[in-house]
Structures are given as structure tokens and as C-alpha cells.
């Protein structure tokens, strides 16, 4: 914009640039207020069943009358919509997710609304109006703003209206932002074009002020939106969120320099929501941080919180923080940061420990960077002799902690639940389950009173059935929860001995899938991976998280290495599946059937783990004085050791559908399926929920309940 607008009219019929800034906000305030409204009812409806679990209705989850029924069944058609999507065909090397349609549809939306603001009334072929183009463009840009920085938060007001985490509305922050960019673009361009006809665009680029400063924003502009791809951000994590902030600040300073007076108020707006989110985040880390707000801890550190470091195996550690200084739910994480061993670096990892536990615990892969380090000191540590409470000081190490993040419709309001989750995605989907499991002991007679207070307390769950299965790559991941799969197995015995009518069904699928770990991911969470959203290691993306994640190549064992390397082993024993294949890789199509035959897995596939495993267990022995336990690496012995019973262990690949099928056929109310690992499980796992939604004609007069499905991927 070359000069202040002021009064200025665009012809008769036109409508003002403010009034059309006012619209743009109008239709996107709209939007979050519909989804605030669905927020709201979602929560009533979880209040509803609660009570009406509170009260032993035998059917909580299912809507009983004709409201509910209509509801219920215009949430199923919108879900088959918003969840599907559809491949893009491409060649394989080139990696692409399909999006959702309902992602596809929001951001479709935020573009038609921008373009139809930005050319409303005016004539692209008249070279005349060119100028109140670039006029108008340059406005709707600024008014963006303030939702470019909204979305960008981790203390997200738009996500607390709508009842959602920053990790899974940072896709949206990054598309606004692209969106932006095309407007800034076509503002630009036409002032240019204007400009090429009098061969004037040099002169005003090296002659006037407010073009220069609104070229040096379109640039710094252009710089963000290329680093915020995948690949910059894969990259160096640390790097792309220095420069990221650094640039936005830059920016924000260039746009405001650039603009008029009278619209200057859309970066205050802006420069406003940026500061609050950080000051909020900055008390509530204070706050759960420094020693002086935590008297429990008797301790004379600035920092209250102190992290113990145990290896485990597949390279992975468990970090352990007694006391915890936050409450937190199932399924959240934090930002987690040690300086003493890798400064200036915090990373999402998701909790996975329950409150009734009493201690915040972490399963943290080692990659590179800081989680690298975290092992190294965990070898280095774990095992030698601690005999008084100094010992065990010196040991661990202060830690700084921001969160918990991430949100999730309260499980306990569905009849059936399905969880399935790839290698470190479990992190997200036991604390899950373990979570059901501890409302269901509440519920015990004797325990919790089904009172009115009960139920309006929201703790009562409606959930009546569990069905949990976890893929991982060697049976060494299986001793990550083998102590916390156990005792959910017997909690249940208890439950049903109790004549409680609950049930929880597990199944662990062993495969040689690399994919499984080096995926990009919140922490997930999401983010989140992004992760990105599960295990939220070492996180190289947002929110989107999930998360997106270093890939350790050193941590992989494929079939064919240990094939071309095995001249000591048996033929038959490499060769365990059909046509010479690994029985690990097949799909197991009937997992009962695979039961019955007792399919296990016969392969050496793990076998350099398992041998790398023995190694480090006979070099960090514990010593004789040493009183927390043993090396925290689990042997091959110990693995067959930690097998459950009641807990089948299947050599192969699960195939998503037919397990939701099944469970989905036992439902006698609204179900969840939420899954957490590699991009590749999550699109099967979404387009077989679509697909069954629709096979069953959920809430169509067939009698099937509505699905309702939670997605957390290595990456957001």
C-alpha cells in the first residue's frame, strides 16, 4: 500500500475496504463460534452419559430419544465426510498424506472467502481498477493477521473455544499463513503491474520508502513460508524455531512500517495476542518450575523438579520425575527441557504415566540431539552404586517443564473403545486405557457412592469394553509396559470377580516394519509431531505438534540386513514365512485363528537389538550397593519372562479393519477409535473407520452407533 486510504471511495456500489475487513471477520468468528457450540454440546453429552452411568443405565452411550437420534445421526454423515480422503496418485518416491476432506474443506473455505473479499465488485480487465485491487488485496492481508498469530499459540484461545490443542491446529496456522502470502502476492503484483506500464517499478523500488518496506515483508514472508515446509523443518528443529520467531518479529515490523495509520491497529491486534501467549506461558512455567510455589519438595534449587535417567531397550529412555507439580490427563504432554545435558533445547514428550501414579514418566527415543544425550547419560548413570540420598542427587538431573498440552473428547463416554498404536505411539494409548481402567475401580461398590455428586462430577464412565492392540517391531518394546499391561489385566479380573461388566481385550503384533520407528512425527500431539501428537521424541516439525521426528537410521534392523548376515543361522529359521518371506511382514487376516494355531514369531529379525541388549546389560551391571533396581535393559530371558498369559503376542501385521469390525459389532452405544503411530497405520485406520461408518450405515435406521474417531500421527 503506497498511501493512506482515509474516506477514500472505490465507485458506487463498491463496498468500503473496512467494511470488507469487518467482513472477513464476521464470516471467520462465525465459524469459530459454531464450532465453540459444537464444543459445548459435546461436553453435555459426556456430562449426560456420565450421569446416566452414574445411575446403571444399561445403554448410556446410545441416544435414547428423538433429539439425540437426529443429532447422532448428522454427526456420523459429517464425520464420513470430514474423515475421508482420497490417495493422490503419485510416484512412490514422492511422499504425500492425503488430507482429509475435512481439512481440505476448511482451508478451501479460509481461500474462496479471501478471494471473494479481495475481488468483490471489482474488474480484473480494467487496467483502471488495478490500483483498488492492490488497495483492497493489501488490506484483507492485514486483517489475517491477527489469525495467522492466534493459531500459532500454545495457550490457544481459539482452541480452548473450540475444544482442541495448538498441536492440532498448527496445519491450519501454516495454511492461513500460505493463504496470506498468495494475498500479499496478488496485492504486490498488481501494484507492479501498474506500475511495469510506466516502466515505474524500479523507481518506486529504490526511491520509495513504504514499497521497500512492503517488499522486505513480502521476501521475509516468502523466506517463512519455505523454512515452515517439512523437509527445513525435518531439518534442524531448534534452528527453524529460532529463525521462525526472529522472522515473524521481522515481519510484523516490516508490515507495520509499510502500513497506514488507520489500519496499523490489525498488528497491534496481533503483536497483542503474541505477547499474552507467551506471558501466560511464561507464569504458568514459572509457576510449576520454581522451587519457592512447590514447599513439598524441601529443596534449596531454583528448580523444583528433578529427573531420573534409566536405559532401556531399543535405545530408549525412561525419564521419571517423582512429585509431580502439575495434575494432568491421559493423553497430554509437556515440553521438557535439561540443560545440563542439552542446553536451549526443549522437546514434546507425551506422558506416559496417569496421575493415580504419582510421578510424570517419559519413554524417550534415542535419535540425535538432546534424546541421544539423554541415553548416553542414562548408560552412564544407571547401575552405579547409590547408597544414600546425596548418591541419588548427584544422579539426577533438574529439569524444566511447560505443559501439560493436548486435548481429547473424555474417553469414558463411550460404550466401546477401540486403541491401536505403532511401536512409540503406546506412550499415548495405554495411559488411555489405564486411565478407563482406574474410573472403573472408582466405580467399584463400596469405593464410589452413584450419587448426583458423582455424576455432576463427570468421573463416572459409560465405557463397557476395551480393545487395545499394539504394533511394535521387536518383542524388546513389549518390556516398555509390561509391568502396566499386567496389572491392567489383573485390574480387570478384579473388576469382573466384582461383578462389574467390563472387559478389556489386548493383542500385541510383532512385525519387522521399519517404519515403525524413524517416522516423521504432536507429541502429534501432538506434533504433536507433531507430533504430531504417541512417544513425542525428539520433535524436527509442530503440534502437528504431530510431530515429525529425526530419523535414527542406527536404530533400524531390516529383514534383509540381518538376511544377508545371517550364514550362521538356519535357512528354514530366515525363511520362516511363505516363499521365503519373514513371518513378520505377512498379514495375519484372522488374528483368532492365528491364536489358535499359536503363531509366533521364529525369525531373527531382532536379533542384533537383542544381542546389543545382552552387551550393554553384562557392561552396566548393577552394582552390589545399589538400591533402585536392576540395569533397566531387559535381556532376551527377561523378555520371555514378562509375557502375559492372557496378553497374545502374533508374529505379523494386523489388519485394522477386521479388528474394528469386530469390536464395533460388540457396541451398544457410541464408540471410540483412536490411534497413534506412523502416518501409513493412521490413513488405513482413518479410511477403515470412514469405510465401515458407511458399510454400516451408522445411525441410518440399521441399529449401529456412531464412531468417533482420534488421530494422532508422527507428525502434524
Known sequence: MSHGMGGMSMGDDVPDVFYLQKMYWAVVGTAIGCASLVNIYNRVLSWQRASAASRNNPYPAKPQAILPSIMATMTAIARELTYASYPVPLPKRLRWTSPTLGRVSTVSAELILVLVLCFYRLNLHDQWQWEDIGYRTGFIAAAQLPLLVLLAGKRNIIGWLIGTSYERLNWLHRWVSRILFLTVTIHMGFWFV?????????????????????????????????SSLAPPRRWNYEFFVVQHIITSVGFLAAVYLHLPVEVKVWVWLSIAFFVLDRLLRALATAFINVSIWRPRTRTSKVLGSRATFEPMSGSTTRVT????????????????????????????????????????????????????RFFRHAEKTHGLPVVSGDLLQRHQRSVILEGPYGRIRPLRQFDTIFLIAGSSGATFTIPLMRDIVSRWKEQLPGRVVASSRSAFSNKAAATRYIR????????????????????????????????????????????????????????????????????????????SSGMEFEKGANDLVSVSSVASGSEKQDSAVISCGPNGSCCCMQTIEDEGGAIEAGRHCHCHCGADEIETINERAVRIQPSKG????????????????????????????????????????????ESAVVVCGPQGLVDDVRRSVVALSDERAVHKGTGAQGIYLHAESFEY
Open 194 to 226: 501498474g506500475w511495469a506500464r510506466y516502466d515505474y517499478i524500479k523507481v518506486k523500488l529504490t526511491t520509495d520508502a513504504i514499497t521497500q518496506r512492503g517488499f522486505a515483508a513480502w521476501c521475509i514472508l516468502l523466506w517463512i513460508v519455505i
Open 321 to 372: 520425575i517423582e512429585d509431580p507439580p502439575f495434575r494432568w490427563k491421559a493423553g497430554q504432554h509437556v515440553f521438557l527441557s535439561c540443560h545440563a545435558l542439552a542446553p536451549l533445547q526443549a522437546h514434546p514428550f507425551t506422558i506416559a504415566s496417569i496421575p493415580a501414579d504419582g510421578k510424570l514418566e517419559f519413554l524417550v527415543k534415542s535419535k540425535s540431539g538432546s534424546t541421544k
Open 468 to 543: 487395545f492392540v499394539w504394533v511394535i517391531k521387536s518383542r524388546s518394546q513389549y518390556a516398555w509396559f509390561a509391568s502396566q499391561l499386567g496389572t491392567v489385566k489383573a485390574n480387570v479380573r478384579e473388576l469382573r470377580n466384582a461383578c462389574c461388566d467390563v472387559e478389556i481385550d489386548m493383542s500385541i503384533y510383532i512385525t519387522c516394519d521399519e517404519l515403525l520407528e524413524g517416522e516423521d512425527q504432536y507429541a502429534g500431539r501432538q506434533t504433536p509431531i507433531d507430533a504430531t501428537h504417541g512417544l513425542m521424541e525428539q520433535m524436527v516439525s509442530t503440534p
Open 626 to 669: 545399589q538400591v533402585h533396581g536392576s540395569s533397566g535393559v531387559t535381556t532376551e530371558k527377561e523378555i520371555d519372562l514378562l509375557d502375559h498369559p492372557a496378553i497374545p503376542m502374533l508374529s505379523g501385521r494386523p489388519k485394522p479393519r477386521r479388528l474394528i469390525r469386530e469390536t464395533l459389532e460388540q457396541a451398544l452405544g
